[in-house]
């Protein structure tokens, strides 16, 4: 069982920047797909980036350009840098361990998230 921890989280102005990082437990990190998602208050939890084990990357069309999805697989560690943030960026960021990308991404384990607060 992969266990997923996130940090970095926190309370930015808008136009800020914030790197959220998820350290991943397990010698199969390096041939994992990871995934970053975000749920906002009242609303479904949504993919915001994701990247597969060669290092392809794929985004939300609300982020790109915005935010970078990487990967250290000697620190078994994903992250989430987010520049240019905006008010609607807020929400509880989720980490996720995948077997599957591309439009629609399988998760098979969530990290326990970490809350984004973007003040206008």
């Known amino acids: 069982q992969v266990q997923l921890v996130e940090s970095g989280g926190g309370l930015v102005q808008a136009g800020g920047s914030l790197r959220l990082s998820c350290a991943a437990s397990?010698?199969?990190?390096?041939?994992?797909?990871m995934g970053w998602y975000r749920q906002a208050p009242g609303k479904q939890r949504d993919v915001v980036a994701t990247?597969?084990?060669?290092?392809?990357?794929n985004y939300a069309d609300s982020v790109k350009g915005r935010f970078t999805i990487s990967r250290d697989s000697a620190k078994n560690t994903v992250y989430l840098q987010m520049d240019s943030l905006k008010p609607e960026d807020t929400a509880v960021y989720y980490c996720a361990k995948l077997i599957k990308t591309g439009p629609k991404p399988i998760v098979t384990s969530w990290g326990q998230g970490t809350q984004v607060t973007v003040s206008s």
């Open positions: 397990g010698s199969i990190f390096s041939i994992t797909a």
């Open positions: 990247i597969t084990s060669g290092g392809s990357t």
